[in-house]
């Protein structure tokens, strides 16, 4: 990449940029689609809760208790040790995989992504989502053959988990490019902190 850094919403200049990228790195959730958009976060967050009140966890920390992201809860289930980051990982794999029936795509983003395949380069799902519930939802709407690499929660270590740029450098592996050949699109500072450490040029989304 020759640019550092581009204004925001600077269209001409983004369509620079991906012209000259060969792999393009997309976050899931944001970019791609809205997971818990039919099956609301604050509510798998209470269910990963009682996940850990079933494994004799009641009393948790306040601001374990009153966050409604299920990644919170999962994180300081991971504190607790290896059991309860299991049981709490496959609690919130199997709801996510869930929420794919109802999950509501981002607009545009379908098009991109078939769009992108047509030309020929190289495309990956770079998310803190489980490969389990990205893998189904690309399959239900029929994105299976547009995507190469799926890059995603496999493991019940969040310390895995962007911003540790591990997720961004396993996927420009895979795809078989260094990581100034690519552009990563993602929603957070965590991914834009990932792409950074990664080397590869991050694009905010909003």
């Known amino acids: 990449m020759t640019t550092n850094s581009v204004p925001v919403d600077d269209a001409d200049a983004a369509r620079l940029l991906l012209s000259e990228t060969t792999g393009l790195l997309l976050d899931f959730d944001g970019p791609v689609c809205s997971v818990f958009s039919g099956f609301p976060a604050p509510v798998v967050a209470g269910q990963l809760r009682e996940t850990l009140a079933q494994g004799g966890h009641n009393r948790l920390p306040t601001e374990v208790q009153e966050t409604d992201d299920p990644f919170d809860v999962f994180r300081y289930a991971a504190s607790l040790g290896v059991k309860e980051a299991r049981y709490v990982e496959a609690a919130m794999r199997a709801h996510e995989v869930e929420a794919m029936a109802t999950a509501e ?3 545009a983003s379908h098009d991109l992504i078939r769009a992108w395949s047509k030309t020929g380069r190289s495309l990956a799902i770079v998310s803190n989502n489980s490969v389990a519930s990205i893998s189904s939802y690309l399959h239900l ?58 080397e590869v040029f991050p694009i905010g989304y909003a």
């Open 105 to 107: 795509p981002t607009i």
């Open 141 to 198: 709407h029929e994105l299976t053959d547009a995507v190469d690499v799926i890059s995603a929660r496999t493991d019940s270590d969040p310390d895995l988990l962007k911003p540790n740029p591990y997720l961004v450098e396993i996927a420009v592996s895979k795809l078989n490019l260094h990581a100034t050949q690519c552009i990563f699109i993602g929603d957070s500072v965590a991914d834009i902190t990932a792409g950074l450490r990664s």
